[in-house]
């Protein structure tokens, strides 16, 4: 399966990575090498297989809905870049 | 007195603090100073000496009034992977530049409600994508080893490789990582320490950087199986704050080191018998399985057909959730950012900057194969070829009770090979991906030297939420092994 730098444009736009036309035509090809190598998964028989998303073999464990933290606005922005007034800030989003 | 102190294993320091033969203060300066003769290994990217000194105060206390907890005192080093309250928390990557963790994990917080003490956060591959640690914003982990004769410097293996160097050259007694497809195991291998990656739930993954969900493993490095014993009963047990946590007893792990394995079946996975394995890696096996003949075990031939297709599933199912998990730094809420004129410049240019060749890569393959089109083809069926390998061990497990095979195939390598090549790169994991995928516990072990010179550990696999038989036959080849080899360099002598 051979990516051409479009859909590595494509799919770095969805993933939000700035790459440089160097770099597009350096991953194409280190991409390309990954997935003609996972490709070998296609000599596998899977009909029927069932898809394991976990190996916890458990079901998703309930509990009450109760509050169990809260109240530490500080320490939630403490990490932010630019913040202001308990938000963090970011570029203006309308015009 | 402090150079010997730094030789003692976690079960020695304990018995030695508890008899106050010397003192937690005294073991915290010793050790503080091995991290410090050691930072020409670059295994450390935040030592905490003050954080070690006041927690070794409190631990002298407990142990005067005679109220001594399990790991009182005893100075333990983080993959800087762990959140650790106040301490910055890097992943080894730009990307958290400046991120101080509002929270403790619930893994150190266990370690230290233990009684264990804090030397620092260790150095990793970025994100813990790596077999080498030399993907690291803060420059790569040297191993301790090197060839006899030879001095250019070899990786530790990766990702938790600062935390197997710290343990392997006397700069921490002990040491926490995780391993998502090989990253305690094979730089345990590669570094001459036991490598302990448990059953998927038994330590819980509350406040760990995420890398891939369904794959991290939360365990200890330590220098011997008794060690591995001691630090997993402190670091397991259910956490509600990770939904994936299992609400399961946590056994003695330590009264489980018997000695006694007779009657054991221990399974052989033809599989791993790989066309261009080195020679002495397939007799070191041989003498593995032989050592567990001896001790009354009974080796069985087995087959784990789907073997082959761990890596290649592994390989889009790891990045898929990395790509998922890494969507969180996006510059708005913690770490790096670099400004933009729009909201998107400012995501893609601080995304950019913020992650490693290696980190990009594997989130653009994880998006490729979950987006639309792509989705069945990629990521559909690497998990169905995941049930099967599941599938190929609970097989296995209805005629033996564990399984013994090499941990890597092959020894450390020099810092910059298989760099230009990922999939050389990923190979390294060859042996280790499984357990991975099918959650199950494995532990490697110190079972002998290359023929140049440098470690090589074989691995024990077991039974989900079993590890009291790996590490029950873990000991017995610790025992046969008698692995005393030391690398060249050690803390000790550094000063």
């Known amino acids: 399966m051979a990516l051409d730098k479009a859909t590595v444009a494509h799919i770095a736009t969805l993933a939000r990575i700035r790459l440089s036309e160097a770099e597009l035509a350096r991953l194409a090809e280190e991409l390309s090498h990954i997935l003609d190598w996972v490709a070998q998964l296609e000599e596998v028989d899977t009909e029927g297989v069932p898809p394991m998303a976990s190996a916890a073999a458990l079901s998703l464990p309930m509990r009450a809905d109760e509050v169990t933290d809260g109240n530490c606005r500080e320490a939630i922005l403490g990490n932010a870049p630019h913040t202001a007034r308990g938000f963090f800030v970011v570029p203006k989003v309308i015009e | 007195m402090s150079a010997s102190l730094l030789a003692l294993s976690v079960a020695e320091l304990r018995d030695g ?18 991290v410090e003769a050691a930072r020409p290994l670059n295994a450390y990217i935040t ?4 954080r070690a000194l006041a927690m070794a105060a409190a ?6 009034r005679g109220a001594a907890l399990p790991l009182d005192g005893v ?25 101080r963790p509002p929270y403790e994990s619930t893994v150190t917080e266990k370690l230290w409600r233990a009684g264990a003490v804090m030397l620092g956060k260790t150095n990793l591959d970025e994100f813990a994508m790596g077999s080498s640690s030399t993907t690291s914003w803060y420059g790569p982990v040297l191993n301790p080893w090197r060839r006899p004769g030879d001095n250019r410097p070899l990786v530790p293996g990766g990702s938790s490789g600062g935390s197997a160097a710290a343990v392997a050259a006397h700069a921490a007694a002990a040491a926490i ?34 890398f891939a969900s369904s794959l991290d493993h939360p365990g200890p490095l330590t220098r011997t199986v008794r060690d591995a014993a001691i630090m997993l009963a402190a670091m397991a047990g259910h956490d509600p704050r990770d939904s994936t946590s299992a609400p399961v007893p946590v056994p003695d792990f330590e009264a489980a080191l018997t000695g006694d394995i007779r009657g054991l079946r221990i399974g052989i996975p033809r599989e791993y018998r790989r066309d261009g394995m080195p020679v002495e890696i397939e007799q070191l096996w041989r003498r593995g399985i032989d050592w567990l003949a001896t001790a009354g075990a009974e080796p069985i031939e087995i087959s784990l057909p789907m073997t082959e297709y761990a890596l290649p599933a592994y390989y889009i199912i790891a990045p898929a959730e990395a790509s998922s998990n890494l969507a969180r ?23 950019a900057a913020g992650f490693g060749a290696e980190v990009r890569r594997r989130i653009l393959i994880g998006t490729y194969v979950l987006s639309a089109g792509y989705y069945d083809a990629y990521y559909l069926k690497a998990q169905r070829v995941r049930t099967l390998i599941a599938r190929d061990f609970a097989r296995a497990f209805e005629r033996v009770d564990a399984l013994l095979m090499p941990t890597a195939p092959s020894a450390a390598f020099a810092v910059g090979d298989n760099s230009d090549d990922p999939i050389a790169m990923y190979l390294n994991d060859v042996f280790t991906v499984p357990a991975n995928l099918a959650g199950l516990p494995a532990v490697s072990v110190p079972a002998g030297l290359s023929a140049d010179g440098l470690p090589l550990g074989l691995q024990i696999l077991g039974r989900a939420f079993d590890e009291a038989t790996i590490l029950r036959v873990a000991e017995i080849i610790e025992r046969a092994a008698d692995f005393r080899h030391r690398p060249s360099f050690l803390a000790e002598e550094m000063r």
Request: include cysteine.
């Open chain 2, 47 to 50: 030592p905490t000496p003050e």
């Open chain 2, 177 to 210: 990582g995780t391993d998502t497809g090989g990253s305690i195991r094979q730089p345990a291998s590669f570094c001459g320490v036991v490598g302990l990656k448990p059953t998927y739930g038994r330590c819980s993954r509350w406040g760990v950087v995420a």
């Open chain 2, 17 to 34: 603090l508890r008899r106050r033969a010397f003192s937690a203060t005294e073991l915290a300066r010793a050790y503080n100073a091995a």
């Open chain 2, 59 to 64: 631990a002298d206390q407990r142990l005067a």
């Open chain 2, 75 to 99: 100075p333990i080093a983080v993959k800087d992977l762990f959140c650790t309250k106040d301490v910055p928390t890097t992943a080894g990557s730009r990307m958290l530049d400046g991120f």
């Open chain 2, 329 to 351: 730094y996006d510059g708005v809420r913690f770490g790096l950012r670099i400004a933009g004129e729009s909201l998107e410049d400012m995501y893609e240019l601080t995304r």
